[in-house]
């Protein structure tokens, strides 16, 4: 026991997971991202339960926040059960082949795809946001064929948006590996869903989001079920994480409306990336890559990991303020 | 162009939210039995705390129970029981949204997404009721 008795230690997992729903609805990463390396880093969990404990959770913030989007009637239900035919699958793919990682023993290498998810889904995360309605493209075949058009209407912008998609196809083949990715860390992998519909579908930001944390739901449960029955869920640690996260992401959604200062989310970035380098020195250290076990020590890499973190949340951060401002700081798209 | 139906959108939101409410009840009843209990399914509540070590961790994890013991889990109060319930109800709330949009498409006759409605389906129910049997230890 870390904390003392099983009760200390329930209550501090719960704790664990409110910080990462907070953290992962503030950074519109979801709490996945956050719980998985929050469990293995700081409180001891093995990657497999960890993993286990966060897929499942997932599925109840997706459905806590998809009945408010769904009500409003911005989230495409059509499009999403669409795209959920390659996530599924993805999910079933990818859960298998967890199962087949962690019989082998090769926990490192879970670490280390982990740590690069996590660093390569900060930056569309952190671009997302910098322009809200997409240029038109001209519908396609698939535009007509899948029925991939909608309307819904924006509050702030005070009008009714009506958008039409395109290459469903190239929809379908990034949500495979959305689902894949899902299946295998436990996490939402909301990051490339949006990238599939916002960059390949070209659908405004807000049916993304929105269709993305529908979605988010039906593809963790694909992976759960297998987990329930090669097991991988451990009822003390999921029960704890599946209220926190639930709680925290219901507090990280109310103070998202409420807070003026959008820049505080930089700090949140910055803990999100030293977290996915911490991971991904773990899957260095365990898998003995380059010969590092030894010389690479647990104080060691939390240290470059702050650092590197910084750094790069800095760099960033000057390279968006720069991207916008040569925008004359609109909403509008910088390429 | 097609309106996606309000009906059905009012229908997923409120299994949505249900589900959530049941499942987060269920859990929270389940895990205060277990401390009540000090223990559930059994096993002493010290063995199903004890998450850090791998192999007792592995050994009384989810599949010493399977979902077919909840309804007798709860009958008997047990606190396994009532964090399977929580947690199945989790994994069943997309099915359940599922079906409602299908029963939308077929009401409109909108045939290519009772298709892809059903490969969504057959995909969940492949991962729930056909891999296990592959998977289980």
């Known amino acids: 026991m870390l904390f003392g008795t099983p009760l200390n230690e329930f209550l501090v997992i719960v704790l664990g997971g409110i910080f990462a729903g907070v953290i992962g609805s503030l950074t519109g990463l979801g709490g996945g991202s956050v719980l998985v390396p929050v469990l293995t880093i700081f409180y001891g969990v093995p990657i497999d339960f960890a993993i286990g404990a966060s897929l499942i959770s997932t599925i109840a913030t997706s459905a806590g926040s998809a009945s408010t989007y769904t009500k409003k009637g911005i989230a495409n239900i059509k499009i999403g059960v669409g795209l959920e035919v390659a996530t599924t699958l993805g999910a079933v793919v990818g859960a298998l082949t967890f199962i087949l990682v962690t019989r082998q023993h090769l926990e490192w290498v879970l670490y280390l795809l982990f740590g690069l998810v996590l660093l390569s889904s900060l930056i569309p995360t952190i671009q997302r946001g910098k322009y809200e309605f997409p240029e038109a493209k001209m519908p396609d075949f698939t535009s007509r064929a899948f029925q991939l058009t909608g309307r819904y209407t924006d509050d702030r912008a005070k009008k009714t948006v009506t958008y039409t998609g395109v290459r469903w196809w190239l929809g379908e083949i990034i949500m495979f590996f959305a689902g894949l990715l899902s299946g295998l860390l436990g996490i939402g992998s909301g990051a490339l869903k949006v990238l599939g519909m916002d960059w390949a579908m070209n659908l405004p930001m807000k049916v993304t989001t929105t269709t993305s944390n529908f979605m988010i739901g039906i593809t963790a449960a694909t992976g759960s079920s297998i987990y329930w029955y090669a097991g991988y869920i451990s009822f003390f640690l999921a029960a704890a994480t599946a209220i926190g996260v639930l709680v925290g992401s219901r507090v990280g959604s109310h103070v998202l409306m409420k807070i003026s200062n959008k820049e505080i989310r930089w700090i949140f970035f910055a803990i999100l990336s030293f977290l996915g380098i911490d991971m991904l020195f773990k899957g260095i250290r365990q898998g003995n890559i380059f010969d590092l076990q030894k010389r690479l020590t647990g104080l060691l890499s939390f240290s470059i990991a702050v650092g590197v973190s910084i750094l790069m949340i800095l760099l960033l951060y000057l390279y968006t303020k720069r991207g916008v401002s040569y925008s004359g700081g609109n909403i509008t798209k910088t390429d | ?137």
Do not use: C, R
Not at chain 2, 9 to 18: A, D, F, P, T
Not at chain 2, 40 to 69: E, M, R, W
Not at chain 2, 110 to 118: A, C, E, Q, R, S
């Open chain 2, 1 to 137: 162009m097609e309106e996606i139906s309000q009906k059905l959108i009012n229908i997923v939101s409120i299994i949505l939210k249900g589900a959530v409410f049941l499942s987060m009840g269920s859990i929270i009843i389940g895990v205060i039995l277990l401390f009540v209990k000090n223990g559930g399914d059994g096993y002493s509540l010290q063995t199903l705390a004890n998450y850090s070590n791998y192999s007792v961790a592995k050994s009384y994890s989810s599949s010493i129970f399977s979902p077919a013991k909840i309804p007798y889990g709860i009958i008997t109060l047990d606190p396994i029981g009532f964090i399977s319930l929580g947690l199945w109800v989790l994994i069943f709330t997309p099915v359940s949204v599922l079906f409602t949009s299908l029963v939308d498409y077929i009401y409109n006759k909108n045939k290519l997404y009772v298709v892809l409605t059903f490969m969504v389906l057959f995909n969940l129910f492949t991962a729930i009721f056909i891999i296990p049997s592959f998977v289980h230890l």
